[in-house]
């Protein structure tokens, strides 16, 4: 009699075809563009590890390098610190009001991120939304310069992303037990030591999943660091561009593509790390 095979379990062949997308679409485009990167020479004619050379032993690479991913640190950091309690607010709100405030957390993903960059361009001008209520109310005595400044494209950004850090972190709380509250608030415990002690360890794994989603999105962000940042700040992304298009130097953009691919992939991994030794602390 012939064991009857388990309906959980499924042939391997079944997952052929995403892997041969996923080899055409992937790892054959970044096969190529390491050995693009190999090259001595933007005439790609010898090959060697001159363009990793030139990127990492040059200062100013380095420091934008650098500044990329301090602004990514700074932009997840900031939608942490407001996504958090927008998160709290919609899982503790009547069901008209969730409605409501999730179509205001989605509203920047359902716009174009062009139209989203331009109106922080009205938004931060000299005569723009925040300059003119300032010098209305008479806090200042001439327009503050917001634009073309790494805290208004952090702010610009931080508004950009923070559906991705909002709904992991609501994914997170709305799995939280109400019972695990009303008894730390039993046992004595107040407010703020029970966020501290119940809330915030049991919701680690949705803010790792949004510090993840929001700090890849954005250090990547091409278009909103160009436009917001300007001429004036050059971030990875941009310099990549202008290498490849402007000096038209393909093997040194595909080295800086690959470092700041290897670089992301070290800032996410120091994210899981760090996730998991929060939560084994708190489950300590």
Not at 223 to 236: A, C
Not at 246 to 275: D, E, K, R
Request: aromatic content about 10%; glycine content about 6%.
């Amino acid at each position: 009699m012939t064991a009857r095979a388990s309906p959980a379990r499924y042939d391997a062949k079944l997952a052929l075809p995403l892997a041969a997308f996923f080899a055409v679409f992937f790892l054959a485009p970044l096969a190529i563009l390491v050995f693009v990167s190999l090259h001595t020479d933007p005439s790609m004619t010898a090959l060697g590890l001159t363009q990793y050379a030139k990127f990492l032993l040059d200062p100013f690479s380095l420091s934008v390098l650098a500044g990329t991913l301090w602004v990514g640190v700074e932009v997840t950091a900031l939608c942490l610190l407001l996504g958090f309690p927008l998160a709290w607010a919609y899982v503790r709100a009547p069901r008209w009001a969730q409605v409501a405030m999730i179509w205001v957390i989605l509203l920047p993903l359902l716009t174009s991120v062009v139209v989203r960059t331009f109106a922080w361009i009205v938004i931060l001008g000299r005569q723009g939304i925040v300059n003119a209520t300032l010098l209305e109310l008479g806090v200042v005595d001439g327009p503050l310069r917001l634009l073309y400044t790494e805290g208004g494209m952090v702010v610009a950004l931080a508004q950009v992303q923070m559906p991705l850090m909002v709904l992991p972190l609501i994914t997170a709380l709305s799995r939280l037990d109400p019972n695990l509250l009303d008894a730390s608030a039993a046992l004595g415990a107040g407010y703020w030591r029970t966020f501290f002690k119940v809330v915030l360890p049991l919701t680690i794994p949705g803010i790792v999943a949004g510090c993840l989603l929001t700090y890849a999105a954005a250090i990547t962000a091409f278009i909103t660091q160009t436009l917001i940042g300007g001429g004036q700040l050059l971030y990875m992304p941009m310099y990549l561009y202008q290498q490849a298009s402007t000096l038209n130097n393909w093997p040194f953009a595909a080295a800086i593509s690959i470092i700041f691919l290897v670089a992301v992939l070290l800032a996410v991994s120091l994210f899981n790390s760090l996730g998991r030794l929060s939560k084994g602390h708190a489950q300590a």
